[in-house]
């Protein structure tokens, strides 16, 4: 499976983005999440969402904030980020998981996209 994330840039605080991240290389049959990291910091989970779209989990922080949702025909998945604070600012990378749901944990994991810088600024 490969991904491919886009749609990072540089916003102003209370701003929005969307990241889109495509797949290819395999059904698209397997849970999706978004983590990223921030400099100095390890990777955190964001969002995730099983294979019908039906399910999705966020943490804490981004609850209420950010929607993560997929497009099973044309193999995508989005996160759309709503006001955005500074503490946003890290490289976001979507992965696929090994079953129809994968949850918060990264070892559940099995394919990373290269990741897309998102800046926000105060």
């Known amino acids: 499976v490969q991904l491919q994330a886009s749609g990072g840039g540089l916003v102003q605080a209370g701003g929005s983005l969307r990241l889109s991240c495509a797949a290819s290389?395999?059904?698209?049959?397997?849970?999706m999440a978004w983590f990223r990291q921030a400099p100095g910091k390890e990777r955190e989970f964001v969002a995730t969402?099983?294979?019908?779209?039906?399910?999705?989990d966020y943490a804490n922080s981004v609850k209420g904030r950010f929607t993560i949702s997929r497009d099973n025909v044309k193999n995508t998945v989005h996160l759309q980020m709503n006001s955005l604070k500074p503490e946003d600012t890290a490289v976001y990378h979507c992965?696929?998981?090994?079953?129809?749901?994968?949850?918060?944990?990264?070892?559940?994991?099995?394919?990373w996209g290269q990741g897309t810088q998102v800046t926000v600024s105060s």
């Open positions: 992965a696929a998981g090994r079953s129809y749901y994968s949850g918060r944990l990264e070892r559940n994991y099995d394919y």
């Open positions: 290389g395999r059904t698209f049959s397997y849970g």
């Open positions: 969402i099983n294979w019908s779209g039906g399910s999705t």
